[in-house]
């Protein structure tokens, strides 16, 4: 980049050199920019801190110490902040409808920030779920070097030797309420679930994209799985520092690092460490915004040859501050390189290749841990997160097949138009083995908002009909969700989709083999249904959740909120 008058080297400089606009300058030195300062590159450091939720609460403290790194690489940081939803807080909730929304709202957030001030760079510091798509979105908009550094997963906590994290809360009040729990282990659970700062302990929502954008070259190695109160997570936030304000220099810039081929690396690392179905809705959107070609039958072509090699939680039995002791993301993503299944050469924020960052990590797991299988002995054969059609969903969802035994069923369908009659039903015993529960309505446009679904698939688990229930939405799923449930269900309910057709009692399979979801309709009576069918009012028209309703495509696109106009 030329460095004379007329080109400014940083593009922050046409603003903090121009003569024309030397207010501008007047007001940055009230903020405390000094005569030295005009000439550096301005980095903004995007923070998600808040109170509301462990899982950000510590992120101010890291915000500072990337300040202070910045500064010191020759940079002028500037923090703002965006706003985060506490997923496990709204659950079951109306606010969990913001949860989603959220995520193009910090995107907003952040690409306004950005923008307005022509930084020169962002390093972005989230932790709650939608703060990492949020932020990568924005990232891939703006197309300025970008960081993301995840503020760290919380460490497990404990009651009567056994690990918990938040979905052993949910669990506790189906077990409870079927009196399959005393008082004191419910209480007992719910007491000590959350110990200290950080996002849900198990290979959930946050931890699923942090470990990808690690993969994907967007973070430094090791970051993704450390525990947010311990010294490396600030020490990796400094160190992300210093690699952005090189990055800046040598304008590695987002669209460079995140491709076609990075995207295959990022969820061939969602299916090796068992992540969460949230991942597919992201990473949808994620390539839209990069301009890359991507659907989701490509999560089935991954999926076909990518075998789970992680024994974590929901499904398994380890948290991820024991995924991080057991080598974490970079001993997965070696053992993938070395067979075959990740693309060594993609470039990475640090300006090194994939291939070049892993370099001195085994290509074989320790074996003094079980944490992380060999290639040869994996948890299941083939990935867990498989797309399925049919004439319930004839756009595709997702269906989530570790930890359960029998990955097919047929049963009659209990109809819900809401999750909270659907959870209603299930603590009150009607929901019985064998039965197909549909939640609908609950979909981008729908919910809108397309809320998760924890807390009744938590409740069906803690009764003990986990394996026996099957659970279709075109809702959302929890990262700490497990069981034969299926999500994303396209196209939803609320704009006429097969879904809305359901009748109370109709005989429904989920054939997570087949790759098949189906009502047992002919067409005849699926047409003459779709005929007599008429769309509900809109729930919100006004606000945030009304936007959101107008503008959201469908889970098969990501529920994008930018799509360009049909012809």
Not at 296 to 307: G, Q, T
Request: net charge negative; with cysteine; charged share 20%.
């Amino acid at each position: 980049m030329s460095n004379d008058a007329k080109t400014p080297r940083y593009r922050s400089n046409t603003i903090t050199q121009s003569v024309a606009r030397s207010p501008n300058r007047a007001m940055l030195r009230a903020v405390g920019f000094g005569d030295g300062d005009f000439n550096k590159p301005i980095i903004g450091v995007a923070s998600g801190h808040s109170t509301m939720n462990p899982c950000n609460a510590g992120i101010g403290a890291l915000a500072e110490r990337a300040i202070e790194a910045l500064n010191e690489a020759g940079a002028k940081p500037q923090m703002f902040g965006f706003p985060t939803v506490t997923d496990g807080i709204s659950m079951g909730t109306e606010g969990m409808k913001y949860s989603l929304v959220s995520r193009e709202v910090i995107a907003d957030s952040i690409e306004t920030a950005v923008q307005s001030q022509f930084m020169d760079g962002v390093l972005a510091i989230g932790g709650c779920d939608k703060n990492m798509p949020g932020a990568m979105i924005a990232m891939l908009r703006i197309n300025v070097p970008a960081i993301f550094c995840y503020a760290g997963t919380i460490k497990p906590g404990c009651w009567k030797d056994q690990n918990l994290t938040i979905v052993s809360a949910f669990e506790a009040v189906g077990a409870y309420t079927a009196g399959k729990m005393e008082k004191e282990d419910y209480e007992g659970i719910e007491r000590n679930a959350c110990p200290s700062f950080g996002a849900c302990g198990g290979m959930f929502t946050a931890n699923t994209m942090s470990s990808a954008f690690e993969a994907m070259g967007m973070s430094l190695p090791y970051s993704s799985t450390m525990a947010s109160p311990d010294p490396e997570k600030a020490d990796s936030v400094a160190a992300s520092a210093v690699a952005l304000r090189k990055a800046v220099d040598l304008n590695i810039r987002p669209r460079d690092l995140v491709t076609r081929k990075s995207i295959e690396n990022a969820v061939a690392v969602i299916m090796a460490t068992g992540g969460s179905t949230n991942a597919v809705l992201h990473f949808l959107a994620i390539a839209h915004t990069a301009g890359v070609e991507w659907t989701i039958d490509d999560f089935e072509r991954m999926r076909k040859k990518v075998p789970v090699l992680c024994d974590l939680k929901p499904s398994g039995r380890y948290v991820v501050t024991e995924f991080h002791k057991a080598g974490g993301t970079p001993q997965v993503m070696k053992i993938l390189l070395a067979n075959g299944l990740l693309h060594g050469d993609c470039l990475t924020i640090t300006g090194q290749t994939l291939e070049e960052v892993l370099a001195d990590v085994p290509e074989q797991p320790r074996a003094d841990q079980d944490v992380i299988r060999p290639f040869d002995n994996p948890m299941y054969t083939a990935g867990h997160l498989a797309i399925l059609k049919g004439n319930l969903s004839p756009l595709g969802c997702v269906a989530k097949i570790t930890g359960i035994k029998h990955p097919v069923i047929t049963g009659p369908a209990r109809v819900y138009d809401s999750e909270d009659d659907a959870m209603e039903a299930i603590l009150g015993d009607k929901i019985q083995a064998g039965d197909v529960l549909i939640i609908r309505y609950e979909g981008p446009k729908g919910g809108p908002g397309m809320r998760e679904m924890l807390a009744p698939t938590s409740a069906i688990i803690g009764k003990g009909l986990g394996e026996s229930v099957g659970f279709i939405t075109d809702g959302r799923f929890s990262g700490g969700t497990w069981g034969m449930v299926v999500g994303h269900v396209a196209p939803e309910a609320a704009v006429g989709g097969p879904i809305a057709l359901v009748e109370e009692g109709d005989q429904v399979t989920i054939d997570a083999e087949q790759l098949k979801i189906e009502v047992h309709l002919d067409d005849a009576e699926l047409e003459r249904r779709r005929q007599a069918w008429q769309p509900r009012p809109p729930r919100y028209t006004r606000g945030v959740l009304g936007k959101f309703a107008r503008l959201a495509a469908g889970a098969e696109r990501g529920a994008i909120t930018d799509a360009e106009p049909e012809a």
